[in-house]
């Protein structure tokens, strides 16, 4: 499960797939089993953590895997998403089929 380094945030993250954690925690449970439906497409999930302390390799290896890509922006330079998925610039509720219609609809129609 090799991925890039851990990224400081130096401007707003805008990514065609994005989700914010506000706090140290887990994922929603659906959000990564579902992406991982997508894993042979373009797709990347880009997380960016807005906590003031910087995550853990233990919180990091939470979302592991070479399709995503992880930030840091402990200003909070990217606004938050209200533990909500952006899929081309529409947030989308944390529901199977939510997930799966936008994913699907991105990797398709990509931006």
Do not use: C
Not at 12 to 28: C, R, Y
């Amino acid at each position: 499960m090799e991925q890039d380094g851990l990224q400081i945030v130096e401007q707003p993250v805008n990514a065609s797939v994005l989700f914010t954690m506000d706090a140290i925690g887990e994922p929603p449970e659906l959000l990564l089993p579902i992406f991982d439906e997508y894993r042979k497409t373009p797709l990347y999930l880009h997380v960016v953590w807005r906590t003031r302390q910087a995550p853990k390799t233990s919180d990091l290896k939470q979302f592991g895997g070479k399709k995503i890509k992880q930030y840091w922006d402990p200003d909070g330079k990217t606004p938050s998403l209200g533990g909500r998925l952006r899929v081309n610039g529409t947030l989308i509720e944390m529901d199977r089929l939510g997930l799966r219609m936008a994913l699907a609809r991105a990797a398709a129609f990509p931006q």
